[in-house]
């Protein structure tokens, strides 16, 4: 599993290195993602979550990502924004499912 922003962020801002590895590799990028009905976020650069005991969890899995193989540099930032909005749309959505 590949985490797309990175150890040290910001927050959902996707980096390069998973669009490198996806086109140089041919795999595609599955969206993940989990929220819970109770739970604390901290106030940390990635707004870490903490869930409460015996709260209801949901752990959710979108459709493959495709990246075209050997992408030239110049359209890997244009992948990157794509595959940044789908995963932040998809991230949002699965956290609606709670409120």
């Known amino acids: 599993m590949i ?3 990175g150890p040290k962020g910001p927050d959902r ?15 595609a990028l599955v969206p993940f993602s989990f929220s819970a009905r109770r739970k604390k976020i901290l ?3 990635d707004r870490f979550e903490m869930f409460f005991p015996f709260t209801r ?8 990502i495709e990246i075209p ?3 030239p ?3 890997m930032e244009e ?3 794509r595959a940044e909005k789908i995963m932040v749309e998809f991230d ?3 956290d609606r499912t709670f409120y």
């Not at 996707?14 to 795999?27: N, P, V, Y």
């Open 3 to 5: 985490i797309p922003d």
């Open 92 to 94: 949002a959505r699965i």
């Open 69 to 71: 193989p050997n992408l």
């Open 43 to 45: 106030h940390s650069w």
């Open 13 to 27: 801002k996707f980096k390069l290195g998973a669009i490198k590895l996806a086109t140089e590799t041919g795999a």
């Open 57 to 64: 969890i949901a752990a959710v899995y979108g459709d493959p």
């Open 73 to 75: 540099p110049a359209r």
């Open 79 to 81: 992948e990157r924004l």
